[in-house]
């Protein structure tokens, strides 16, 4: 499991000390698993994992499902992909924050934000 896992890491350009702190899963939980001392984790712990990378639980846990991603009929996500996908600046902006802390995409949400009202007043 705890390879998986690494492995889901390395390919979101992350490691796993970043994830565990996104996630705010204790980074000893994982070092258990790793060095054996744990066979698992908690369901709470991997759907948070299977959530971030999106992938399903039973792949972190039991490896013999194929990668899939999550399918979300949202309306709102829908309407998000179709900006992703006809505007240049969206997928510049998607880019840039990709592999931002949580803290620092609401940084910048507030730095919109202010301009957005600083338009306005003028």
Do not use: H, W
Request: proline fraction near 2%.
């Amino acid at each position: 499991m705890y390879k998986r896992i690494e492995e889901l890491c390395k390919r979101q350009g992350t490691d796993i000390t970043k994830m565990c702190r996104e996630l705010n899963i204790p980074r000893s939980s994982l070092s258990e698993l790793k060095s054996g001392r744990a066979k698992s984790i908690s369901a709470d712990k991997v759907a948070k994992i299977a959530n971030l990378f999106g992938v399903s639980a039973l792949y972190i846990t039991d490896g013999i499902e194929e990668e899939k991603p999550l399918v979300n009929n949202n309306e709102e996500l829908t309407e998000y992909l179709e900006e992703l996908k006809n505007r240049d600046e969206m997928r510049m902006l998607f880019s840039v924050t990709k592999n931002c802390t949580k803290e620092e995409v609401e940084q910048a949400v507030r730095i919109i934000e202010a301009l957005r009202k600083q338009n306005d007043d003028t």
